[in-house]
């Protein structure tokens, strides 16, 4: 059956690929660009690198983050990038049942990977790297075999938003967002759940979501950006300010009031003075689970 030829290529290793040097190249390219989170266009043509998902582990050969992970389910953010993949590709795989994914748009795709601050994009098929080519929103970088490289203008990881956030009160957080996501009326508003008494609040995401405009708003703020921490410095203080990670209870800020969980499965932050330093740290219960499971494990050994 097919279960010889699935384990030799599965566990053959990327270098017996007879596409490696493709996929080197691709590494090495990646690898000479500073630093930015890379999007590509899903397509089953990627198995040519032993598997579709071989640029998952683009983190392990270079120091590029990606949008898509080998631990991708654990995100809140992993709804809103299938359904940005979907607009990116001629056949997207959509794993996720009953979200409602568009065919491809690349306008608004790229819209997308500007709010997710996605700075490099690879196509893989020719009509989506034609339609890249022709589209004056992305600048080729270069061109590796059949894969062709992009940059997106990202307005970065930190951004004060246009308008003044709305608190979304009651609503299930997920089902408003995706309403909130395909929209296309509402990317200048963040919902956030919770936040000042003076932010308006809705009970249901409208399209038509009040809109207060910021001093600084759509201004773009340097930050520093490692696995565990996010810094910045900012002279718009008591302005909200749009963080582009995922949000987790784990995050503390300090210097700022927050973290808010902001559309559609980011951060806000108000700060209290110019430097703001976010950080993520293990819980009591996480500890605890650490130190329990290697007593548990030789528990289990000494058992059997």
């Known amino acids: ?40 266009e899903p397509d ?12 998952m582990s683009i983190p392990y050969w270079t120091d590029q983050p990606t949008m898509e ?10 709804p809103f990038h299938f359904l940005t993949a979907a607009e990116l590709a001629q056949a997207p795989s959509n794993p996720i049942p009953d979200l409602p994914y568009s065919e491809f748009d690349l306008d608004q795709g790229i819209d997308h990977m500007e709010l997710f601050d996605i700075r490099y994009f690879v196509t893989v098929t020719d009509l989506t790297q034609e339609a890249a080519i022709d589209s004056d929103r992305l600048r080729m970088i270069d061109t590796i075999g059949s ?20 608190v979304l009160e009651g609503a299930d957080w997920i089902e408003a967002n995706l309403s909130w996501f395909v929209s296309n009326t509402a990317d200048d508003v963040p919902l956030v ?14 399209s038509s979501l009040p809109r207060t405009e910021l001093g600084n708003g759509g201004r773009s703020i340097d930050a520093r950006v490692t696995d565990a921490e996010i ?15 995922s949000y987790f209870p784990n995050w ?11 559309s559609p499965s980011f951060m806000v932050v108000i700060p ?24 548990t494990i030789g528990g289990l050994a000494l058992a059997s």
């Not at 097919?2 to 690929?17: K, L, P, R, V």
């Not at 089953?44 to 640029?55: D, H, K, M, V």
């Not at 992970?69 to 992993?78: D, H, K, L, N, V």
Request: net charge negative.
């Open 1 to 40: 059956s097919f279960i010889d030829e699935w384990i030799d290529g599965s566990y053959g290793g990327y270098e017996s690929q007879s596409s490696y040097p493709k996929f080197d190249a691709l590494m090495d390219r990646l690898s000479q660009l500073p630093p930015g989170r890379v999007m590509w």
């Open 44 to 55: 089953a043509s990627l198995g040519e690198f032993g598997t579709p998902i071989a640029l």
């Open 69 to 78: 992970g080998i631990y991708y389910e654990s995100s809140i953010t992993t």
């Open 147 to 166: 894969l062709t490289l992009f940059e997106v203008e990202s307005p970065g990881q930190v951004v004060v938003p246009r308008y003044e956030p709305v």
């Open 193 to 206: 759940r919770g936040g000042p008494n003076e932010w308006q609040r809705v009970s249901s995401f409208k």
């Open 231 to 245: 810094t910045f410095k900012t002279n718009a203080i008591g302005q909200p300010h749009w963080i582009k990670t």
């Open 252 to 262: 503390n800020v300090e210097g700022a009031e927050g973290p808010f969980l902001a």
């Open 272 to 295: 209290t003075q110019p430097d703001v330093h976010l950080n993520y740290e293990r819980t009591w219960a996480e500890w605890l689970g650490l130190f329990l499971t290697p007593g």
